[in-house]
């Protein structure tokens, strides 16, 4: 069931709602939280589409904000709220409420949503697109106790993943970590088997892949070596290797959908390793709303190199240079450009050791 309201209220939508769940004959409210999708008019389909497919494993109130200030000055200040109610076999499980904020109104959009949330029930914030620099300090974001970006969506996802580790808040995620929940998953059991210790690793993606970036982050936050980031043709991340005195530990997934595990004395096996479509990223994201500390460990880890807070100085060799005097514990960030240089940094790091002392006391650093 479909309702349409043009220049209406945010009272008229409630009541709208409560009408439209009697015709359909199912009064009771089931719903366990309220996602809030802030995107624009190219976007909102496949956003709308993603979170209906997620509403089947958790019931909820959808509310998209789209939000058209217009382009000339007297669009610009008109206020205007056009609503789509969708109900019953249109939305999924749940209920979906499409919101057009037209002229100055979309400054304004919080007014808007507050009276639309659920009572009692949990906020999830979700930027499909373009997201603030600081969700949790943003209008609507300061509703949600969950707030959702993707930094693949930026124009420079590995400096979108800096802006989000400055502004880090309790609830803040990134679909980009999400969609390496399985590669940590399938690391993390292989590394519970007995091995000898690692020394490093390489991280093997597309160049501009934000997930590569940061499953980098993660090994070397948990592992405390050197890891290298590679570039590769993709799809998305394609292998991790790591080095130990016994042999090489690898995953290596190159068509997106199977992986290879290969251990020192074991034989090698397939596992299923498929990349994920949003609806099951969301899904995922929306299992649990209580903070990610792994995330921020890990995404705060890099914020200098990724953010470029902390860049070389300019020498005769670029980078490298500069990458002999600072050694780093991750790869530079994956860009073309920089992929002949991402072993410099794992290299300065073992030289600057040898000066030091022992190379594995500098590792665990």
């Known amino acids: ?37 802030v995107t624009d008019e190219g976007s909102a389909y496949d956003a709308l589409k993603a979170a209906g497919d997620a509403s089947r ?19 610009r200040k008109m206020a205007r709220l056009d609503a789509e109610i969708r109900v019953g076999s249109d939305s999924g499980t749940g209920e979906t ?33 373009e997201a603030p620099d600081n969700p949790s300090t943003d209008p609507l974001g300061k509703l949600a106790q969950r707030r959702i970006t993707d930094a693949a969506a930026a124009e420079d996802p590995v400096t979108a993943l800096g802006v989000r580790a400055e502004a880090y808040a309790p609830g803040d995620t990134d679909l980009a970590w999400t969609r390496i929940t399985p590669w940590r ?16 690793a390489v991280v093997e993606g597309e160049a501009y892949n934000p997930s590569s970036e940061l499953l980098a982050l993660w090994l070397a936050d948990r592992l405390k070596v050197p890891v290298e980031r590679k ?3 993709g799809p998305g991340l394609t292998a991790v290797r790591m080095t130990t005195a016994d042999g090489e530990i690898c995953l290596d997934r190159a068509d997106g959908a199977l992986a ?6 074991q034989p090698d096996r397939h596992v299923a390793l498929k990349r994920r479509d949003t609806a099951d990223l969301i899904a995922e994201e929306l299992r649990r709303l209580d903070p990610d500390d792994i995330y921020r460990a890990t995404v705060t880890l890099g914020v200098k190199q990724l953010a470029g807070t902390d860049k070389p100085a300019e020498g005769p060799n670029g980078g490298e240079a500069a990458a002999e005097e600072a050694p780093r514990k991750t790869a530079a960030p ?8 991402s072993g410099s940094a794992s290299d300065a790091t073992k030289n600057d050791s040898a000066k030091s002392g022992s190379t594995k006391k500098a590792s665990s650093k």
């Open 97 to 129: 409420v499409v919101l057009r904020m037209h002229g100055e109104l979309a400054n304004h959009a919080e007014s808007v949503v507050l009276p639309l949330l659920l009572p009692d029930a949990p906020v999830v914030l979700w930027w499909p697109e």
């Open 231 to 233: 570039v590769s043709e």
């Open 334 to 341: 994956a860009k073309k450009s920089a992929a002949a240089k």
């Open 260 to 265: 290879e595990l290969a251990m020192p004395g």
């Open 185 to 200: 998953s399938m690391l993390a059991a292989a590394l519970d088997q007995k091995h000898s210790k690692i020394s490093s």
């Open 57 to 75: 494993e958790h019931p909820s109130r959808i509310v998209a904000v789209i939000k058209r200030p217009g382009r000339s000055p007297r669009d």
């Open 1 to 37: 069931m479909r309702i349409d309201l043009t220049d209406t209220t945010s009272s008229r939508i409630n009541a709208a709602l409560i009408e439209a769940r009697h015709s359909i004959g199912s009064p009771a409210v089931g719903m366990v939280l309220t996602l809030v999708i």
